[in-house]
């Protein structure tokens, strides 16, 4: 067997770009264009006009930062970045090339409070073992007005447990990862219910707006991913 770190230098090494490639990447890149009309439709509902000056943060932005599908990009200012894994911040920096916009953020104490328009989460809480202090963490680096934007699998509802079987029998039993070292893998990845996720969400914040994602039905077992928008 594998070991944890072999695992997730599999996992997040040489294939880490299967997340959005064929049927998953399909679902991937739909969470990330919906975030987005979201934020648009919610923010027009709210009467919030966009700053002409935008800060923005990603969290855990992987190899794929959200800038790719943000629609009014010349209202961004400053994008930042942050993430733990240095392969993949030095993948962004040789990708995304305007040192002016596109700043790695080190560390969380060189933000401001009240510094950031919008703060973009993906497919992050679900990793953190304390999602609720980990919100709040950065939610008070939020302008007035602004929004954290929080996609999240729907883990482990009925549809996205067949897209996980789906997942392992099309791709990962061909790269030399077993079943139960994939779901062992799995199992140490998504610490969070969707479930529980959104009842801290919804315990903690008022203003909201939310999207299921691919099917609208408002049923974690029925679809793949979850939005919602914060404001404060």
Not at 58 to 78: M, Q, T
Not at 114 to 126: F, G, K, M, P, Q
Not at 141 to 146: A, N, S, T
Request: aromatic fraction near 18%.
């Amino acid at each position: 067997m594998k070991s944890r770190n072999e695992l997730y230098n599999i996992f997040y090494g040489k294939y880490y770009d299967n997340l959005y490639k064929g049927f998953s990447g399909f679902f991937f890149k739909l969470a990330h264009k919906n975030l987005e009309e979201l934020n648009s439709y919610s923010s027009l509902l709210k009467n919030n006009n966009l700053p002409t000056k935008q800060s923005i943060l990603e969290i855990g932005s992987g190899r794929h930062l959200h800038y790719d599908y943000i629609v009014n990009k010349e209202y961004i200012f400053k994008y930042f970045y942050y993430d733990q894994n240095m392969n993949n911040v030095n993948y962004i920096k040789n990708k995304y090339k305007n040192k002016n916009l596109f700043i790695h953020l080190k560390k969380i104490s060189e933000l401001k409070k009240e510094s950031l328009d919008r703060i973009i989460c993906s497919h992050v809480l679900e990793h953190i073992p304390n999602p609720e202090e980990f919100i709040f963490t950065f939610f008070k680096f939020l302008k007035k007005g602004g929004n954290i934007s929080i996609t999240l699998p729907c883990d482990p509802g009925i549809l996205w447990s067949l897209g996980r079987i789906y997942n392992y029998l099309t791709f990962w039993r061909f790269r030399g990862v077993s079943k139960k070292e994939y779901y062992y893998h799995m199992a140490h990845e998504h610490i969070n219910s969707i479930q529980n996720l959104i009842s801290i969400l919804k315990y903690n914040f008022n203003n909201y707006s939310e999207s299921f994602i691919p099917f609208k039905l408002r049923s974690s077992n029925l679809n793949l991913m979850y939005n919602i928008i914060i404001y404060k």
